[in-house]
């Protein structure tokens, strides 16, 4: 199970609205990401030091700790890298 998947868990159903208003994006763009498992390539890309997104952190906070930022990019990153390799 993905750390993302268990941040679903955690959250429940309408913890997808609340991701949604925390990372203002839309529910079905949320679902999105829960059902796949996986946050969108723009946590892991980053511009002059920073990340074009901070998604995990909201989901950080969300869960009380139970699911980190850290866990949330190392899998998108391994996740990535693997569809890399594969193609």
């Given at each position: 199970?993905?750390?993302?998947?268990?941040?679903h868990k955690?959250?429940?159903?309408?913890?997808?609205?609340?991701?949604?208003?925390?990372?203002?994006?839309?529910?079905?763009?949320?679902?999105?990401?829960?059902?796949?498992?996986?946050?969108?390539?723009?946590?892991?890309?980053?511009?002059?030091?920073?990340?074009?997104?901070?998604?995990?952190?909201?989901?950080?906070?969300?869960?009380?700790?139970?699911?980190?930022?850290?866990?949330?990019?190392q899998e998108?990153?391994?996740?990535?890298?693997?569809?890399?390799?594969?193609?």
């Amino acid at each position: 199970m993905t750390s993302l998947k268990k941040a679903h868990k955690i959250l429940g159903y309408g913890g997808l609205s609340e991701v949604a208003k925390g990372c203002n994006r839309s529910v079905p763009a949320v679902k999105k990401w829960f059902d796949a498992g996986f946050l969108p390539e723009t946590e892991i890309i980053e511009v002059f030091g920073q990340r074009k997104t901070s998604y995990g952190v909201v989901i950080e906070t969300l869960t009380g700790g139970q699911v980190t930022d850290a866990q949330l990019r190392q899998e998108n990153y391994e996740y990535r890298q693997s569809k890399k390799s594969a193609a």
